[in-house]
Every structure is written in C-alpha cells, then in structure tokens.
C-alpha cells in the first residue's frame, strides 16, 4: 500500500471512503490497455447517454438502468477478461455487455424492440446476453445470478476448461439470501468464480448503509467465507483493471473465488427517469469531481498521451453509438411468429399433442 | 424382469444415465455420503465418485443455480429438492430463471438438466413436508413436468428426462418409494409426454398421477366387482401433456374422473376438465368430475391424512355415485 498523494496517477480515493482501506494492487498497466480502457469507458458513456435520450423521447420502452458514472467496472473486467470467460450482469448490464464486445446496434436494437437486436426484441434492456460474447445473461432477479456463475464456475472446473466467470451486482444485493449461499458454496467448492459488487451507495432509492449491518456491504462479509477483504477505487480504471487481473489469475490458477467491493456511483437514477431527488447535493457534487473518465482522461494525459489521441476515441464512439442508432432505428420489429417460438430448446413453444 | 423399489429404481436410474454420459452429474443436500433422506441415491457416490455426485450445503437457490449454470455450459446437472415443499424457497430459480432464460434470450440458452423431488403425502410428516404440488410446476410455462407412478416408469421417464434438452421437474411420490414393481433387464428408456391405458373399461374413465396411480387401479378393481367397468390412464407427464390419449379414452366411456393429490384449486385435472369440455363435450354422458386433496394444507394424524388425500374408497364412493345418479 502507498499514501495517495497529489499526483494525476495516483487516483485520491473515492469521496467518503478512508483511503487506508483501499485495496491497491500491484503492478502497472501498459499504455495500450489503457488506451483500451479509456476507449471502453467512453463508449460505454456515449451510448448509454444516448440511451437516456432515446428513453425520454419515448423510443426506449419499460425501463432502463444505466450504470453512467460506474464504468470503469466493467471496462476493467471487459479488457481483463479471456475472450471466452463468462459475464453475469443485472438489469444494470448495457455496459457489461459492451465490454465483452458485443455490438452498440444489437444492444440499441434491443433497448428499442426491433429485430436487430442481441434477443430479437424478446429480452428487452434488462436481459441482454450474448453467449458467443460469453455473455451468459443479464437476470433481474436480485441476486439469481450470482448461484447461476458459479454454476458455470462449477461446470468450467469440472470439464477442466480454463474459463472464470465474473458476476456483477450492487450493494443491495448484499443483502439477500443467494448472495451468501453463492459466496460459501463457491468458497467450499473452490470454484473459478469473481464476485464483484459494484457499490453505487444505494440499492433503488435507499442508501445501503441505512439498510446494511456492516459498513463496507461486501467485503466486510468476506470473511464469513474464508475470502478476502477487498474494497477497490470502482472510479480508478487503472486500480480496477489490476484488481480483475489479479482475482480473474487466482481463479484461473485453482486459487478459488474473490469477492470485489467496488466503491463507485452512479450518476444517473436508478432506473428510467428517476431523477434522483433522494441523493444529498454535496454527494452528488463530490462524485461529479470524481468521474472516472474525467479521472482517466487526466490521467493519460499526465503520462503523455496526445490530446487529439484521446479526442480520437471519443469521436469515433461518437460515431459508432450514431450509427448504432440509426442502424437499430431501421430495423424493423420482430416478426410476430417470434412471439411463440424460443420456450423449449427445438424452438416451440408446444406443451400437448 | 426384477422386483425393483420405487426407491431404487430411482437410484438404477440415476446410475444408468451417469454410467452412459459422462456429462451426468448429482447434487443435492445429504445424496451422496449419506445416500439421500430416502435412500434413492445409495450407492451412487462409491460408483461415480465425488466429482460428480456432489454433496450440498443447505442452500437451495445455490444448488438449482448451479445446475442451470452447469446445463448452460455443458453439463447434464440432476439436481435434488429434498422435499418438493422447499421449492417455495427456490422458486426464484426455478420459475424465473431456468424456465424463462431460453425464451427472453430467444433461443441463446439451453437447460438440459432435471430437477428431481420427493412430492405429495402419505408419510405423516405434516403441512410443511407433505404437499403435492405438481400444478405448481405445470403452471409455469418452460418446464417440463413428470411424475411416475411405478418403478418402471421411474428408470423409463428419469432417462427420457436426462436426455430431453429441455429443464424437466422430476417428481417422485413420496408415498411410493417403499413400493416394488417389475421392472425389465437392461437399459430403459421411455418417452416424455406420453399417457399410458393401465386398464381398459367402458363405462368410466379414471385419470390419475404418481401416487394416486395404484389408488386408482385398486378403486376399478372393486368398482369392476360392482358392474362398473373402468379405463384408468396413467397420465405420467403434465408437461407435455398427451391430451390425445386422454381424449380419446374419455370419448370411448363418456365420463371422467380426474384423481389429483394436489390440493383443489388449479390442480391439473382442472386443466384436462377444460381441455375435455372444449374439445370432446359431445362424447360426454355426464359431467366430469374431480377427486382431490381439499382445498386445505395437509394435517399430520393418520386419520386426518388418509381423509384428505383421495383414498381408494372415495374414488369408489364419488365414482358410484356419479354413475348411479
Ligand atoms: C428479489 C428482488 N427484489 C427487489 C427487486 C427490485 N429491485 C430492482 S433493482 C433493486 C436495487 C438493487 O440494488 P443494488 O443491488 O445495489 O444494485 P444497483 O441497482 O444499485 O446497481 C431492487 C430493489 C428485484 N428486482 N429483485
Ligand atoms: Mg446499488
């Protein structure tokens, strides 16, 4: 552990949290995997905001979480990540997906029910998956997920197949039964599995420290199960891209699961147009000075990445999430037979003769 | 042809598939070491060893989680709910997650696994370890859903159900594993999805499931004494379900009597007196009818239990009945 000190490069620590109790890992992260974070980072902000647009013109329907302000999460685990290991996510999972690679225009497509999208229109935002991406589902259900990763964890490890799968969920989902079933039998089982909880403060609209015995809400039950305490700068893309390496490497090596407690915050509400009157000004405000792509862009820029480089990257996601839209805009909605097929693994949905 | 338990037939059935496909695997709450709460799964363990029959802490979200993860990434996962009560703790999973996922992910995902369970009364073992609850499952879209009533049919069905690529709810009667029945040499394998004619009559047709299965043949013994001659179906699999066979056998008598040891409301039989009234009213010679568990949770005494689950003298009694008025 190092003392934070002022320097760019070293991210301060997030607003409220003692910096002696963050993890800092080892190691340094090369220039292009940081370009690949910044690049991730930015995409994934540019297409949710214009998610939020679609969503308010009415484009987008039912609901949307977006996870503005908590990328540098799922850039870190999306850049850290084998190309064939599996991603869990939430509701909360445009990002999560993204970062595995799969495409704005199938995400877009989906967010707007039309046939291009990842699910054909049938999953919705809440559902996005793409198993040749490995991503293995977006569930909301809080804390489904997490029994179903290690599953895979557990299948992984029995067919003798070097594939971790990583889980993705919020503080509030610390607080139900699956999440601690998932931690003991994984820890039991030695399986290859990560955990990481994505601490935004709140659950929906409740702060979880109102709601939650202890103070950090995963990692302080670490220990329950025989694993590390791990609480991470979720807003530091570099700290979070370490960390993923060091708990995607332990459980590729037999080491067994890790349980992650990403402090970070989401900008946005919780979901759809929540404006998100619960959250105090001067948190909002403190977070708002801790963006993690404000943070990161300073930060590349500190190590001598050229300016017009980084405004490079932010002009192509520009693009890509423009095209994106209009791509996912022409397509037309599903095809109604849809509507009847997918129950059962022949692609019917009969249940008699 | 041997005299096999319904107990272990479960386990013949288990083994049989574990020893064909490698991809087979257990796991459940005290199956291996101990060889189950009902001795269904003796023996399994020493022969597959622990890899692959895998005992559970008491976390029945993590273990059917961890059967649709598995069977989601190339495993066959057999997994045990001890009791089929404890479903209400894991429902989650079962009726969000493993019977949804193929359809909101328009085909992406696949569940090749069986959920088995120790289902229904008869053992006194009171309200919380005694239910039926098989219409549960029926109501579910994505699940399929088995329940056999004799050792035959539980290596015939189990096999069908481990093959089958789709997530089946595995229900064993409770109240029929100390039961023995033939059961043939050899490799077995059935059809999901099938009815079976177990005794061909032609004034009455008796429909029943697992448990109430033998009741229901006892019942047209006596009722045939008694100038009653009746056809009793076998139903076997709720999910699919062989409305055809139904319809047919019903059509060829003209009455029905479904006996459900789910309790009254939304037991399956409600759905095969829809399924009769819309599309074979005509053959019909008087209403069907429906002998259940009441509408009530199941009491513990002996007494109290045998009142409440469809006994072999009230199908006899509500059958007469019918057919005299
Ligand atoms: C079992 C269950 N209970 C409640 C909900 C409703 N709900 C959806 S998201 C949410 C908050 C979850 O909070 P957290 O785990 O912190 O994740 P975040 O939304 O902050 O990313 C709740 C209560 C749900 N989807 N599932
Ligand atoms: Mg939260």
């Known amino acids: 552990m190092s003392a934070p000190t002022d320097d760019i490069t070293v991210a301060k620590g997030p607003p409220g949290v003692d910096p002696a109790i963050l993890h800092r890992p080892g190691g340094s992260v090369d220039a292009p995997t940081q370009l690949a974070l910044y690049r991730q980072m930015v995409r994934m902000r540019k297409f949710e905001k214009r998610a939020y647009d679609l969503f308010l013109q009415n484009l987008v329907k039912g609901t949307s979480h977006l996870s503005l302000g908590q990328e540098a999460i799922a850039a870190a685990f ?89 889980a993705f969920f919020g503080d509030g989902t610390t607080n139900i039964g699956a999440f601690h079933e ?74 067994g699961p890790s349980l992650i407690e990403a402090r970070t915050y989401r900008t946005s509400g919780h979901s759809r147009a929540d404006p998100g009157k619960y959250k105090p000004e001067e948190e909002v405000a403190a977070w708002a ?31 890509d999430v423009q095209t994106a839209t209009v791509e996912a805009q022409a397509s037309p909605p599903p095809g109604l037979d849809l509507l009847m097929h997918h129950v059962w693994s022949d692609g019917g949905s009969s249940w008699r003769n | 042809m041997a005299e096999l338990s ?27 070491a101990a060889g189950g709460v009902f001795k269904a799964t003796v023996g399994l363990l020493e022969r597959f060893g622990p890899e692959r029959v895998r005992d559970t802490p008491i976390s029945e979200q993590a273990i059917l989680g961890a059967a649709m993860g598995a069977a989601m990434t190339g495993l066959r996962p057999i997994a045990e709910i001890m009791f089929a009560d404890f479903f209400a703790v894991c429902w989650d999973i079962v009726a969000n997650q493993i019977a949804k996922s193929s359809y909101m992910t328009a085909g992406q995902v696949s569940f090749p696994l069986v959920i088995r369970s120790g289902n229904g009364g008869g053992l006194r073992f009171g309200a919380q370890h005694s239910q039926a609850v098989e219409n549960w499952a029926m109501a579910i879209p994505g699940l399929k859903v088995v329940a056999p009533s004799n050792p035959a049919d539980v290596i015939g069905l189990f096999a069908a159900a481990v093959r089958d690529p789709d997530p089946v709810m595995f229900f064993e009667a409770k109240g029929l594993y100390a039961t023995k029945g033939e059961v043939p040499d050899g490799e077995l ?62 059509s060829a008598t003209g009455r029905m009597f479904t006996v459900e040891e789910n309790p009254r409301l939304c037991g399956w039989g409600a759905e095969l007196v829809s399924i009769v009234a819309e599309e074979c009213f005509d053959d019909l010679d008087g209403p069907p009818l429906r002998i259940t568990t009441p509408h009530i949770p199941l009491p513990s005494a002996d007494a109290l239990e045998d009142l409440a689950i469809p006994s072999v003298e009230r199908i006899i009694s509500t059958i007469e009945r019918a057919m005299q008025s």
Not at chain 1, 98 to 122: D, I, N, P, Q, Y
């Open chain 1, 78 to 166: 999306g850049v850290a990540m084998d190309e064939k290991d599996y991603t869990f996510a939430t509701y909360r999972g445009h990002a999560h997906t993204l970062a595995r690679g799969t495409s704005m225009t199938g995400v877009m497509g989906e967010l707007l029910g039309r046939s291009c999208g990842v699910l054909s229109g049938k999953g919705g935002s809440m559902h996005l998956t793409d198993v040749k991406r490995g991503v293995m589902g977006s569930y909301a259900i809080v804390g489904a997920h997490l029994t179903i990763a290690l599953g895979a964890a557990w299948s992984a490890k029995h067919r003798g197949d070097p594939r971790v799968a990583v």
């Open chain 1, 182 to 255: 998932s931690l003991n039998l994984a820890a039991v089982w030695k399986l290859p599995v990560v955990f990481v909880c994505e601490n935004n403060l709140y659950m929906e609209y409740t702060p979880i420290r109102t709601v939650t015995a202890v103070d950090n809400p995963a990692a302080d039950r670490a220990s329950a199960y025989g694993l590390d305490s791990i609480v991470v700068d979720g807003n530091d893309a570099d700290a979070m891209y370490l960390t993923a390496r060091e708990c995607l490497e332990r459980a590729r090596s037999g080491g």
């Open chain 1, 289 to 319: 000075a801790y963006d993690p792509i404000d943070l990161y862009r300073a930060r590349l820029l500190a190590h001598g990445v050229g300016e017009a480089d980084l405004d490079a990257v932010d002009e192509t996601a520009d693009s």
């Open chain 2, 6 to 32: 319904y107990r272990d037939a479960v386990s013949r059935a288990i083994a049989q598939e574990m020893d064909r496909d490698p991809s087979v695997v257990l796991l459940g709450e005290d199956i291996g």
């Open chain 2, 189 to 250: 394998v059935d059809t999901l999805g099938t009815a079976k004619v177990l005794r061909s009559g032609t004034d009455a047709t008796i429909v029943a499931l697992a448990a109430m299965v033998p009741r229901a043949l006892a019942a047209a013994e006596v009722l045939a004494a008694r100038g009653i001659d009746s056809t009793v179906v076998d139903v076997r699999s709720l999910v699919p379900l062989d409305t055809q066979t139904i319809l047919r056998e019903v």
